[in-house]
């Protein structure tokens, strides 16, 4: 407990953007954030009043850092989960515990769990040789989809071998560098979904609106929220899913479910324990934010109203190929003067090719109008030039 405020201690191991975005909410609840940072000029390690400079995988910086607090929470799923064990057997608050985070950590524990308790998955089987990927491409049909079991995310780890002659040449190289995999069947998907739940300690759900989610090359693009076209029917489902998932796993905070549609109903993707890029409309969006929530789960307080205040498309910020000479300063002068209406979350980070530098969220009425105007805003932002003939004059 802080004694200067009266309230209880979140410290949130991980320095990235979603620490920045927590640190925000945090502000509003009489707190500020503690952080465990692997750098000074990690993005939370810019704002927060409190970082600690510490690895996730050093024991003793994680136990010095949680003597400090009253709940330990993460930005990453990448703390070990040996780690999180001892800490919570010497009496540390952890959300979510580590029982329940194995499952966002392990693609493949995951799958196990989900499918063994009837919850819709794909066709996959554990990989510990070329043969088991060849057997079930011979009996799914080819491509099929390969993954890293641990540590993928944003394309990474993910690989989709069009036949018994690529899985020869790819599998033995990932096997031999130490990567564990799981192949699955490759699903016929209309588009991407997630659901975004959280749950408490004592119990209480609560979900966000159904959103679409727009990937290319593997990286989130674009959220539009609410998702277009899904009736209150898949809408019921996909949230009931995601609530039940939460239950049954043990999860405290935020949980993310991505979802694939397909022609035959709902299927799982993947599973991510914290808050998430597709929840980032909600700063805008929503009556209470992702990061606000999870707060408010990992503390035991009642969840806030989850709303939706106005239809929203968030557009991720990608570094460009190379660095625009204009500086973001000025980038963001000119954005302001042509899209006032525009919510720019800028993380603070280096620009490199492809890193997430921050997303842009528009809100209004109608979303097909809203789209254009915020991939030209987020586009502008990481490239300092307008799409489709847009110009600064």
Known sequence: ???????????????????????????????????????????AGLVAGQVTIGHHTDLDALRAFAAGVDVLTFDHEHVPGPHLRTLAAEGVVVRPGPEALAFAQNK???RERLSATGFPCPPYTAVSEVDDVLKFGAAHSWPVVLKAT?????????????SADEARELVPELLAGGTDLLVEQRVDMRRELSALVARSPFGQGAAWPVVETVQEEGINTEVLAPAPGLTPEQVDEAQDLALRIAAELG????????????????????LAMRPHNSGHWTMDGSATSQFEQHLRAVLD????TTNLRSPTVM???????????MSPDERLHHLFARFPDARAH?????????????????????????RPRARLAAHWLSHAEWLDGYRIH
Do not use: C
């Open 1 to 43: 407990m802080d004694s200067r405020t009266g309230l209880p201690v979140v410290g949130m191991v991980g320095g990235g953007q979603l620490a920045r975005m927590t640190h925000q909410a945090a502000i509003s609840l009489g707190q500020s954030l503690r952080v465990l940072a692997a750098d000074e000029n990690d993005s």
């Open 108 to 110: 493949l524990v995951m």
């Open 150 to 162: 641990q540590g993928g995310y944003d394309g990474r780890g993910v690989w989709m071998p069009g």
């Open 251 to 270: 999860v405290v905070g935020l949980l993310a479910v991505e979802l694939f549609e397909t022609p035959g109903g709902l299927v799982i993707n993947e």
């Open 301 to 304: 307080y009642p969840l806030g």
């Open 315 to 325: 557009a991720n910020v990608l570094g460009a190929p190379e660095t625009p000479k």
């Open 346 to 370: 800028l993380y603070g980070k280096g620009e490199r090719p492809g890193r997430k530098l921050g997303h842009v969220n528009l809100v209004g009425t109608d979303i097909d109008e809203l």
